[in-house]
T-cell receptor, first 113, second 113 residues
């Protein structure tokens, strides 16, 4: 069964710290992987999309890496800010699907001022 | 509009009532997805449309759930004879094509009492 797992489930850090969120997936035959941010009571905001042929993507203070062979992706957030507090979701499109994403349960991040 | 919109944002239904949830995708987006998100979980795939064709409905939990996109733009998710376990946030996403980045709406929070 194709599954996506995220650890830790929750993380609390002081402002200014660099941090890493982890995502693992059970099948290396992936088409792409997307990281999202979800604020309470809101929809999902796309942060980064990594195609299977890519190793990493960067946007501002965010950097996402992809290692298909080990079934892992990491989201690195540099110089965290209180405004980064949210739930971060990892989602994978596996080969053979019609395009739907399989999501992890998310990591709830709290950045303390 | 610039993004995906959904209505209503909140819906309270008595058990046994029928409900209809609407999604307006980004103009020109061919692919449209519906997901269900239970509290504290990641979204789970329900169904996928390419234009007006429903190509995958493998995630619909029962035959009480029905979705349509008759003109290849707006989509409606209908739930008949709602049950308490249907309480969740229903998210709609659209993309230029099925392999492209998915953009999510704010969701409809359904509460069945």
């Amino acid at each position: 069964k194709q599954e996506v797992t995220q650890i830790p489930a929750a993380l609390s850090v002081p402002e200014g710290e660099n941090l890493v969120l982890n995502c693992s997936f059970t099948d290396s035959a992936i088409y792409n992987l997307q990281w999202f941010r979800q604020d309470p009571g809101k929809g999902l905001t796309s942060l980064l999309l990594i195609q299977s042929s890519q190793r990493e993507q960067t946007s501002g203070r965010l950097n996402a890496s992809l290692d298909k062979s080990s079934g892992r992706s990491t989201l690195y957030i540099a110089a965290s800010q209180p405004g980064d507090s949210a739930t971060y979701l990892c989602a994978v499109r596996f080969w053979g699907s019609q395009g739907n994403l399989i999501f992890g349960k998310g990591t709830k991040l709290s950045v303390k001022p | 509009g610039a993004g995906v919109s959904q209505s209503p944002r909140y819906k309270v239904a008595k058990r046994g009532q029928d409900v209809a949830l609407r999604c307006d995708p980004i103009s020109g987006h061919v692919s449209l997805f519906w997901y269900q998100q239970a509290l504290g979980q990641g979204p789970e795939f329900l169904t996928y449309f390419q234009n007006e064709a429903q190509l995958d409905k493998s995630g619909l939990p029962s035959d009480r759930f029905f979705a349509e996109r008759p003109e290849g733009s707006v989509s409606t998710l209908k739930i008949q004879r709602t049950q308490q376990e249907d309480s969740a946030v229903y998210l709609c996403a659209s993309s230029l094509a099925r392999d492209h980045e998915q953009y999510f709406g704010p969701g409809t929070r359904l509460t069945v009492t």
